[in-house]
């Protein structure tokens, strides 16, 4: 089949290949895919077929509860950013760019501070997290 110049067949080379597919077999599926398929739908129906509990709605403490968790989760979410944003240690930064290292030299020493310092706070900001967390599900 020769291709025109914008890609497509010309409409002899259609019809020749409708003619071709029309007459001859086309491709068949897969020999496994109509077993997968009346397995998959025997376990979708056997899922089906079995009683589901109704869920009772929430009442408003609940609500309230979940509120009050999701709350306190922000809540931890900004503290943790708050203190990372101003753990990274800027003196140290300042330290570092009056030394006279090759830039290489200098890129690894910034990497290690901020690699140590972000490290040092956030082991500080675990033993926090875990304290509160204790703290509201006691007897963990």
Partial sequence: MDENKTGYLTDEELNRLIG?????????????LKAETMER??????????PVLPRLPKTRKEKKRELFLYSLKVGAAAA???????????????DLGRKT???REQTER???????????????????????????????
Avoid at 20 to 32: D, G, I, K, N
Avoid at 41 to 50: M, V
Avoid at 80 to 94: C, D, H, N, T
Avoid at 110 to 124: P, Q, W
């Fill in 80 to 94: 943790a950013a708050i203190v990372m944003l101003f753990s990274v240690p800027v003196k140290e930064f300042e």
């Fill in 101 to 103: 290292w090759n830039r």
């Fill in 20 to 32: 071709h597919v029309e007459q001859h077999e086309m491709l068949r599926a897969p020999s496994y």
């Fill in 41 to 50: 739908l025997e376990r979708a129906l056997e899922l089906q077929s079995r």
């Fill in 110 to 140: 910034i990497a290690d501070t901020i690699t140590r310092g972000l490290g040092e706070k956030t082991e500080e900001l675990s033993r926090g997290l875990e304290a509160v967390s204790e703290w509201l599900i006691p007897g963990k």
